[in-house]
């Protein structure tokens, strides 16, 4: 039995913060936004915090908020690690966030239509022509080709980390079919079930909001003249590992959910079978990679999309969300380049600075890489999801070895950045908080204006010290609040 | 609604029905065991109501019947756990279960984590050790989750295209279940009628109304008066037990119109057209007639009908 002083803050009793910690500066005070917080903490013992924990992991169970994880033989749903102590950005932080994210996309997005039009940036030579055209997600059938409203980048997801001085800075685009936000919806529904208290003297800015939203910009997007479009969410099917989210966000914005079996091309439009025969479909969010969408256009072996669906793309019948051929503006060959590209189109410098990125194409960097692979993060530049990297510091001679020799063999399929001690967040491990590695990833909603939904996914790297966060490796999340300009009351 | 979306869920709340009845008929098979071998001394040459269920589900698709039948436990262990059977307990709540979780957007919150929360108990490594300490609790509680499932579904889904197919799917599958229950149950009371004594048939026509929820409503109308035209009367034509056929057949229909969005002015759907005539057919039926025509004609009659209504949804709703 431990006496009342002992167990009254003993959730943070043995805490040191490591690194750029989210919660204490480097002195050990706690940040003016996170005192509130604090002083709830000291409140609440180990075991109560841990009673609470297992109803919000239970509360996900029940709900069936799921992902599926591949590798094993045939995919095994697991609940994602949900940590129930709060990333808290202050409205300042938020500000710069916010615009930086918009600035990024609205670029992106005029990168993208130049591409697939008059490619003058390629003629102006500020990015490699070969490093475009020869990107995985380069799409050469959608030369030449407009899309509702010119807009390419409906949905996307930015990654953004912070390094040793608490710098924000992009790590990642997704420009196709991130995922991740029905986490961001349900972990704080589940949060404010669960740890009611903890909200209490926060004025943090509402989420509920982002299945309307999303909803109103595919409505937007419809093909010239529609003006009540039917709209659908297209997923892969159930034993996708993302299908919670698919069925949430059609569930959330009143949609249908189809699957390619579902969907038929019919005299040049796409329609779906309904009980009372078919019915015409005008805006498709599709979570269908491009290359599935269309065996008769990409991969023919795939079942997961419809035959004739990029034909009705093509001639405008139906918009795809996001757009076919975004690829080519998150490859991480094209990384580098997109604060020139921010440059090139807006005449602006980027207000979210990119990580120092070497590539192997380059003989100065590649030199630099070969010798300092112990050091560095090395990445597919047509890999996600932590799959196909190394990670230097925690890498053994011979994957070293084998990352050298992929490297010289084909230079243009990596690329190279120091490892960034990413901030790190007081995270309940056992019985204790304890500082664990975190990064986020907010979503940008690129409609009628540019909407970005207050925070995003904060992913937490739950093993000490390591610093991959994805879901598919092990990584937990928490709910992200980002407070109003009355800060904490 | 998606042809895809009305199929499953015509088949989630078909296999949420069928597992909660085997629920019920593996509950009584166990309780009644005790009482019959009482009865008839322990005499294995006599058919038990172990054998009963058996022939209630050998109705049912292709069953096999792969162990000792002398084995009661492993039975009931099979039949409930056993994953690679299609007829097991768990395969159904299972498909039902997978069904439900590629359809969660059409169904309420509520219903869906009913369901996945079943699900979720019975795979869980507990549940054996549930049922082992006592098969009647555990089949009590099956039973009641899959009820709660469907009162969810009545209680948080509007009255849509969605709903009405979740109600056509479960009533179908009640009335089948009806008619297969009378059929085996008759039979076996048949040749029991000639041999064995009154004790024995008071057990086997106790067991066929408690299997149906049906006990202590029936002797309200009937009192003690325990025989086959009275039951049948009951299971089949009454108007107001819910577990009665005419009852079922009567919700069925509304749904079928439901779907259609018809008053019975149109004739809708074949499907429509033929569950019509089996509903006027019960509507207006003798039970003395019944019984001249041969219950298990009359049966056999009614199940033709279900899988035909089955065919017909499959060709006007979901294989468009």
Redesign the interface.
Known sequence: MRSASESTGSLLSRYSPYGFDEMFSATGTVRPSYAPLQQRLLHLTSAELERRHRIADLTM????ITFTVYGRNKGVERIMPFDPIPRIIPADEWDLIDRGLKQRVRALNLFVHDIYHQRQILKDGVVPTELVLGASGYRRELHGIDVARDIYIHISGIDLIRDEHGKYLVLEDNCRTPSGVSYVLKNRQVMKEVFPLLFQQYDVLPIDDYASNLRSMLRYVAPGGVQDPTIVVLSP??YNSA??EH??L??QMGV????G??LVFDGGQIA????R??QRIDVIYRRVDDDFLDPLAFRRDSQLGVAGLLGAYRSGQVTLVNGVGTGVCDDKGIYPFVPDIIRYYLGEDAILPNVETFRPLIPAHRQHILSNLDKLVVKAVDGSGGYGMLIGPASTAPQREEFAAKIKANPRGYIAQPTITLSSHPTFIGEHLEGRHIDLRPFVLYGEEIKILPGGLTRVALPRGSLVVNSSQGGGSKDTWVLGRGGST | MLSRVAENLFWISRYVERAENLARVLNDAFHLELDAVGLHGGDSDVKGPRDQVLNVLAGQDRFELTWDPRESEGMLTNLTFDSTRSHSLLSMISRARENARATQDTLSPESWSQLNQLYLALTRSKSRKQFEASPYRFYDRVKRSCILFHALVDSTMPRNEAFYFLEVGRFIERIDMISRVLNVWFSAAGEGEKTAEHSLRLVYWTGLLRSCSAYEAYLKRYHERLDAESIVQYLVLDLDFPRSMRFCVGRCLESLRGITGGAGQRTGTEAERRLGRLESELRYADIHEVFARGLPNFLSGVQDTCAKIVEEMQRAYFLT
């Open positions: 169970q029940r709900q069936g099917g159930v299908y919670y069925s949430f059609a569930r249908e959910l189809v699957e079996r579902d779906m079978r309904t009980t025969g078919l």
